[in-house]
Every structure is written in C-alpha cells, then in structure tokens.
C-alpha cells in the first residue's frame, strides 16, 4: 500500500455519506465512488532525478505482457559488482527509490528503478495494491536479465512494491537476494488500519460495498490480495524482511508472520522508531550497513559461482 500521506477526499464529505446511506442507490453510487478513489492513477513527472545526486543515468523503457508501457532509468557505476532493482510503493514514483540509490551505488550496485503501470510516467488507469504490478515486476525483472545477463540481481520493494515481488514471485525466485520493506499482510487489514488515519473515518461505513464493487472492477477477489500467501514462492531466493517498530501499516506483529512463510534463507529485522513512510531515513546508517551486509553475503557468492562457471 501507498507510502504517501493519503488525504481526505473533499468530493465526499460526510453529510453526503448519511444521505448516501438513506437509499440503496445512493449507496451504491458512494462505494463505487470509494472504489475509483482508491484505485485512482498517480501520474506525475519524477519530482527528483539521479542528477539531482551527481549521478549520471540512462532512461529505460520496457512493456509488460498485457501491454503496459513502464517508463525508468538506470544508474551505473563503474564498476559493477550487480544489479538491484527497485520498486515504489503505492501513490509514489521511481523518486522514492533514490535515497536507495544514493548509497547502493557508491558501493557498486548498478540500480534499476521502474514506475508501476499507473504511476509516475508509466501507462495505466488504476493501481491493483501491488496485484497486476506483479506484471510490472516480471517484465522489469525480464528486462533485466537479458541486458545484464551473467552479472548477479537483487530486488527490493518498498510496501506496494513489495508486494509486487511476491505476486510475480515466478520471477522474483530466480534472483540472488530479495528485500520487503514495509510490506502489508493483506490488503483487508491493510484497508482496515488506513481507516481513521490516511483514510477518513466514514470510509468503513462504505467498506463492505467498495470491496465488493473494486473486486469486480479489477476482477480480483479480496482474499487474492495478500502477499503472505505467495511469499513462499520466492523460494530458493534468500529474503530479507524489514518493517518498522513504529509501522501502524505493516506492524511487527504482521512481518513476523510473513517472515515464518517464507521457505527458503530468510532474515528480519525491526527498524528502531521507523514508520511506514520513513524506513531509509529513520534507519539512517544502520539501516545502510544491514541492506548493504545482505547484497553483500548473497550477490558476492553469487558473482563468485558465475565466475567459476564462466572458467
């Protein structure tokens, strides 16, 4: 789910919400509302640009297999020693993956960012909590190992691309290193702890027909949008679970939870007084030197099989 501070929609006030209730269409016509609202596009230019760090970088461009044209760019270093893909969350662009690529970079990390379909410069009409950007994360993940075919790849995804990871898990598996920040056990409870914080109280009183309307209009079930339930799929790729001790969103309790589903080498840790929009920050260096120590262990081994196989 989204990264982003979500603000009261003005167009539905809670007055309109009692009348709305009065009568079964007006009802009807309030969830369907609800619905287009929460699977609303995010389109925007990227507010920042590798440049804005001293670093140069190339726009990428790719497809997925149901036609979604993904806008990018990639940042190299001079030597690389592997590629880290990186996925935003909801409500955001590939802009939040920089404060990543500043220090990945440096320690010679080639990184890829993508805009989900929806987002950012990417096309597409609606977001899906991370569902069909599942796609979005194949084609990416695709893309990538026929550019940079013999080097080593990890992934990391912040909440809703997090959850992209894990439904496009078929691909996901075959890397080297796989990193879930912030990431939501499923999106019910996802929707449920939002209401009364970035979505406004009379939300739930609208809840049980904007489920009902947005599983027909994405033609998925409810019960289909829970990560848990596919992070085993990474299996053999080793997972890297973090969340935050201040994360409403994402709590502890939840990442615990997911870290025991998973099937193959996986680690957690709980950033200090970390929230559900400010992991890199709150983390600060320690957090630099743990995702840093994980590419480390598992993409060295990795660029170390590839050479001897090349020999």
């Known amino acids: 789910m989204s990264s982003a501070v979500e603000r009261e929609p003005s167009w539905l006030p809670e007055i309109l919400t009692n009348l709305a209730m009065a009568s079964g269409i007006g009802y009807v016509a309030a969830a369907y509302t609800v619905s287009r609202w929460l699977t609303r596009p995010s389109h925007s230019r990227p507010e920042r640009t590798p440049s804005d760090l001293g670093m140069t970088w190339e726009p990428l461009e790719c ?3 149901d036609a979604m044209r993904l806008s990018g760019w990639v940042v190299t ?4 020693r592997g590629t880290v893909v990186l996925f935003h969350g909801m409500r955001n662009n590939r802009t939040q993956t920089l404060d990543r690529t500043q220090f990945l970079v440096p320690a010679g990390y080639r990184c890829v960012a ?3 379909r929806a987002h950012g410069e990417s096309s597409g009409k609606r977001t899906s909590f991370g569902y069909y950007e599942g796609r979005d994360v194949a084609a990416v993940l695709d893309f990538v190992r026929r550019r940079w075919p013999h080097e080593p790849r990890a992934a990391l995804g912040i909440s809703m691309g997090a959850a992209a990871l894990c439904f496009g898990a078929a691909h996901a598996s075959r890397l080297d290193a796989i990193i ?3 990431m939501y056990h499923d999106v019910g409870n996802a929707f449920v702890r939002r209401i009364g914080n970035k979505y406004p109280a009379w939300f739930k009183r609208l809840s049980t027909g904007a489920v009902w309307i947005t599983e027909r209009r994405l033609g998925i079930r409810l019960e289909q949008l829970a990560p848990v339930e596919h992070i085993g799929n990474l299996e053999p790729a080793p997972v890297l679970v973090l969340t935050g001790t201040e994360d409403i969103h994402a709590p502890p309790e ?3 939870i997911l870290l025991r589903r998973c099937r193959g080498p996986r ?3 709980l950033v200090p007084r970390a929230g559900h929009t400010d992991m890199c920050e709150a983390g600060g260096q320690p957090y630099r030197r743990r995702i840093l120590d994980f590419l480390h262990r598992w993409l060295g081994a990795a660029d170390t099989e590839a050479r001897d196989r090349i020999a």
């Not at 270093?77 to 690389?80: E, G, K, L, S």
């Open 254 to 256: 939840e990442a615990e």
């Open 114 to 116: 993508f805009d989900h």
């Open 267 to 269: 680690e957690l840790w």
């Open 180 to 182: 879930l920040e912030s």
């Open 77 to 80: 270093p001079p030597r690389p």
């Open 63 to 65: 497809r997925t297999a």
